[in-house]
Nanobody
Framework: QVQLVESGGGLVQAGGSLRLSCAASGGTFSNYFMGWFRQAPGKEREFVAAISWSGGSTYYADSVKGRRTISRDNAKNTVYLEMNSLKPEDTAVYYC?????????????????WGQGTQVTVSS
């Protein structure tokens, strides 16, 4: 079974950028559709972005479209989330998730495996 470990979070000023990484181990990474979700304090976990098995298709939440880029490197068993033009409201714990065939891609209940999360804090 695939295990997921996120990294790359931290404290950044508004307008700044971060790149999150999620490294997978213990399974066949390319069998999994990968997603990024986030959860702010007191709020529900929400979809950010997703990428298909080969990376040929990507999906984004409307709230982050144009400011986020999801990518994957199946040779390195890693999925990335580039985050630009960060805003204080982007502050959250960011989770990567893996699913065999999530439909729709933004439904968190379609994902079977989750990482422990990485904190992103954006200061104003």
């Amino acid at each position: 079974q695939v295990q997921l470990v996120e990294s790359g979070g931290g404290l950044v000023q508004a307008g700044g950028s971060l790149r999150l990484s999620c490294a997978a181990s213990g399974g066949t990474f390319s069998n999994y559709f990968m997603g990024w979700f986030r959860q702010a304090p007191g709020k529900e976990r929400e979809f950010v972005a997703a990428i298909s098995w080969s990376g040929g298709s990507t999906y984004y939440a409307d709230s982050v479209k144009g400011r986020r880029t999801i990518s994957r490197d199946n040779a390195k068993n890693t999925v990335y989330l580039e985050m630009n033009s960060l805003k204080p409201e982007d502050t959250a714990v960011y989770y990567c998730a893996a699913g065999l065939d999530p439909v729709p891609a933004g439904d968190l209940y379609e994902y079977d495996l989750w990482g422990q999360g990485t904190q992103v804090t954006v200061s104003s």
